[in-house]
């Protein structure tokens, strides 16, 4: 376990030093003064210049940055999340001011309150300015900031749809008004919570209460993980959570797996739609516009095989000719649907087109005439 752990330390930060990291610094009307950001870009940033990203903005970013942007490279890499901007707010020297709450109102104030506006009228307006973002954005704090961040929640809409709370130090009132905002919210929220074992016992007792009241809340718009690590302490939950909350929070995201074939896609009344639905909700969800993966593609038509529906491969077919045109994948699927459908002459020559364009996947040119030779021998065309 031990070894494992080590060897995926040691990939994360193998990716994270070939990553696009920019140091900048934002002078800020509001604080009075300038703050410095770490930005992380995706890998290919510069070329893919029609695309936009999700962002993550890291507070405690002086030493928080670097776990987050790692996971996120890593996890990016491998497809288990889509590609984004991180964004990391070092706060070594201002972290208490920039915190800081009324006693009465237990509400952001004087310059915690300016820290809260800097924020969210400066920091993000330049991202959205200076870079290519999209709609939607993940906060992620420890201790006091993963307290602070609740107050994004607060606002309607909310700042972020996103919130990664590693042991928050959460402030009086602070529970009533998080899950009273979670079962009022409008929109897709996803909040993740962590907690662990060996935590530090004043912050770990109410963030239990919390999660149980959490877990009460009926609100189909929030998406609620927890986690209590067995063994964590307060600071080395940070290794095990992020993971775990990127996981959960993009799982919509990732490739077909052999669990949701078998689950999802096998028993649903259409794989077409399935398909359709899953990259409709991903672009609602996350504001990205990714054409549907090859693999994906393989999945969706293997089932669509099994239930002999020729007209929802014909479609499969159709689509894959739009997205991949340069490939047979989409001939392929059609004239498969076709031969399938009771229509060999037109299959034949679908297969025959399918041989003039490029390989992909499992489809090869020698396929396609193989394909289209079995039914000229079948029907002497």
């Known amino acids: ?93 201002s972290r208490d001011d920039d ?54 929640l607060m606002k309607d809409p909310a700042l972020f749809q996103g919130y990664i709370s590693l042991s928050p130090d959460l402030a009086p009132q602070m529970e009533e008004r998080l899950v009273a905002r979670l079962g009022q919210a409008q929109q897709k929220i996803f909040y993740y919570l962590a907690t662990a074992s060996d935590d530090i016992s004043v ?40 993971p775990k909350a990127l996981e959960n929070m993009f799982s919509i995201y990732r490739p077909i797996s052999k669990k949701e074939y078998k689950e999802k896609i096998l028993p649903s ?8 639905d899953k990259y409709a909700t991903v672009k609602t969800l996350f504001g990205l516009d990714d054409p549907i993966r090859v693999n994906d593609y393989v999945a969706t038509a293997t089932a669509l095989e099994k239930k002999a529906d020729w007209e929802g491969l014909a479609s499969l077919g159709q689509l894959a000719r739009k997205q991949y045109p340069e490939t047979m994948l989409g001939n392929y699927y059609l004239a498969l649907s076709l031969e399938k459908a009771g229509e060999p002459k037109k299959a034949m020559r679908t297969y025959q087109n399918a041989f003039l364009l490029e390989e992909v996947s499992f489809l090869t040119k020698d396929l396609m005439l193989d394909r289209a030779n079995k039914i000229k021998e079948d029907f002497g065309y």
């Open 203 to 242: 912050l770990r007792d109410p963030i239990i209460q919390l999660d149980v009241q959490i877990k009460q809340v009926q609100n189909e718009n929030v998406q609620y993980t927890f986690d209590n690590f067995d063994g964590a302490t307060h600071y080395s939950l940070v290794g095990r959570a992020i």
């Open 99 to 152: 915190t800081f709450y009324d006693d009465v109102s237990n509400l952001p104030s004087d310059t915690g309150a300016s820290f809260f506006e800097f924020l969210g009228l400066e920091v993000m307006p330049y991202l959205d300015e200076n870079y290519r973002t999209s709609t939607f954005r993940i906060a992620v704090g420890h201790d006091m900031t993963a307290n602070f961040m609740n107050y994004y």
């Open 269 to 276: 009344e259409s794989p077409f739609n399935y398909l359709i």
């Open 1 to 93: 376990m031990k070894t494992n752990l080590l060897t995926l330390i040691l990939c994360i930060y193998s990716v994270l030093a070939s990553s696009q990291i920019d140091y900048e610094e934002i002078q800020s009307e509001i604080l009075g003064t300038a703050r410095q950001l770490k930005i992380q870009l995706p890998r290919n940033y510069d070329e893919n210049i029609e695309k936009s990203y999700p962002v993550i903005v890291v507070m405690d970013g002086d030493y928080l940055f670097e776990p987050v942007a790692g996971n996120v490279d890593y996890y990016s890499y491998w497809e288990e999340m889509p590609q984004v901007i991180v964004v990391g707010i070092n706060q070594v020297d």
